[in-house]
Every structure is written in structure tokens, then in C-alpha cells.
């Protein structure tokens, strides 16, 4: 509690007694909790890469780079890490533009086995290099009303995420229900799955189940809570399912036509 206090006198400027008021700041503070978390998180992640790039440059300056099978082997590592900076400070661009109170959402009705198309050719060789096969059973001719480049971001998430948690050989269901006002669209993987305590928190800000893993599949850590974002700027919701070792589903409910919560 926040307390700020002032005295009352009466009509001859005689002492009454004070008010108080106590004003209860622990959405406040919960909230200064977050952002702080928040930079703190945001600065470790860019610390790891940044100090295994600067590492290595180093060493192969210090003499290393005479040598030639070292000086391949070090300038991949840079050029990896580099690379993960890269897609870490993109979605942390994206995120905070997701966040935005006025976020402007380029909205088209599109045909949905279009976008889902495209993000197939973008995973196919990760998903090829795994023996995992993707089933789709989406009705062509169905048109939503969405922002189709967040939209095609949404399903990349949810589809490289059930590439990366998914072992070889298993498999991946896209399918869409229609029913008279909205959709769910649900991607479901045959994978290592969620243990139940951690469900409540997967679409937070870096929160990972297993960190190692996470990191050796290039996961920033970021991927759901994009997902969560451009979900609730549809107007629509996301539900998780997940076994352990059995898989998981995750379900996007969406109105058909989108109206804007400001008009
Ligand atoms: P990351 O970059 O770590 O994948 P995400 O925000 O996309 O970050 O996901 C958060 C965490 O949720 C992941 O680290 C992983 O532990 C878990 N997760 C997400 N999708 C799946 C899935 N399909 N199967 C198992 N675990 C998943």
C-alpha cells in the first residue's frame, strides 16, 4: 500500500484529524516487477551470444586463424551466434510493435490453405531433415478476414515449434474446423509434449520448459508469446493440450470477420 495523508481542521481552524488514504499499488508494482524481469531476461539473452562472438573473434586474432580447419570451424560459430542476435532483436521488434495500444493490422480476407501453403515451403527442409511428415486438412476455398503477414508469422511459430520439439520420424496434423462464426484452427505434433505445470506459463515472454533444448534449436524464447499477441489482436484465443511423450495441440479460435475492438 501506497498511503498519502492531509489534515481536516473546521470553521475556526481548529485540529479535526487527518485523512488517510491508502491507494493499493500491487498491480503497480507487479507491473514494475515485469519490465524489470523483462530487461533483465532481454539483457542475458544478448549477453550470451555477444560474449561467445567477441570470444571468438578474439582467439582467432590472438593467432588462431593460422590455422585453417580452426579458423572455418570458429567463423561458423560467430556466424551462427550472429545469427541468433539477429532473430532474437527481430522478435523483440516484432513483440514490442504487437504490444502497441494502436497497433495497425493490415486486414484481407484471405484464402487460409494459402498462407498455411507458403509456411510449408518455408519449413520443409526442417521437417524434411527429420523424416516428419505434415498432414493438412484444411478446406481450400476457406477465407478468413486476418492480417495475412502476422498471420503467416502465428502459424510459422506454432508449425517450427512442433518441428523442434517433435523427435524424427513422428508426425504433425494442421486442421481447421469451420463453425458459424468462427474457426479453430489446431496444429498438433506427435512430440516430447508439456508436462502439465508448465502449461500456464509457455506463452510468457522467454519462459521455456527446457532452456538447453530450447537454445539448440535456435528458439528465442519469444515464438508464443508472438503467437498469444497476434491471436488477441484478431479478437480470437489460443488453448493448449499436451501429454508428455504423447504430443501437443495447440487450438487458435477465430471470428470469421474481424471487427475492430476501437469502432
Ligand atoms: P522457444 O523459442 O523456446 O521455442 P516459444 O515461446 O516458442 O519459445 O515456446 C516456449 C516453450 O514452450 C518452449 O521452450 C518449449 O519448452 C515449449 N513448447 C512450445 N511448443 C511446443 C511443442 N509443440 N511441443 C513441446 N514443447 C513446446
Known sequence: FMISGAPIFNHSKEWKGVVLVFHDITDLKRLEEMRKDFVANVSHELKTPITSIKGFAETLLGGAQEDPEVREQFLSIIYKESGRLQLLISDLLELSKLEK??????????????????????VRHSAEEKEIEINVDVDPDLKLEVDSSRFTQLLLNLV?????????????????????????????????GIPSEHLPRIFERFYR??????????????????????????????EVESEVNKGTTFSVILPKEFTNPSS
Do not use: F, W
Open 209 to 238: 520448459v527446457d532452456k538447453a533444448r530450447s537454445r539448440n534449436s535456435g528458439g528465442t524464447g519469444l515464438g508464443l508469446a508472438i503467437v498469444k499477441h497476434i491471436v488477441e489482436a484478431h479478437n480470437g484465443k489460443i
Open 160 to 192: 517450427t515449434n512442433a518441428i523442434h520439439y517433435t523427435p524424427e520420424g513422428e508426425h504433425i496434423y494442421i486442421n481447421m474446423d469451420e463453425h458459424e462464426n468462427d474457426i479453430k484452427l489446431t496444429v498438433r505434433d506427435t512430440g516430447i
Open 101 to 122: 495500444e494502436d497497433l495497425q493490422l493490415n486486414i484481407q480476407k484471405v484464402t487460409i490453405r494459402s498462407l498455411i501453403d507458403d509456411v510449408l515451403s518455408l
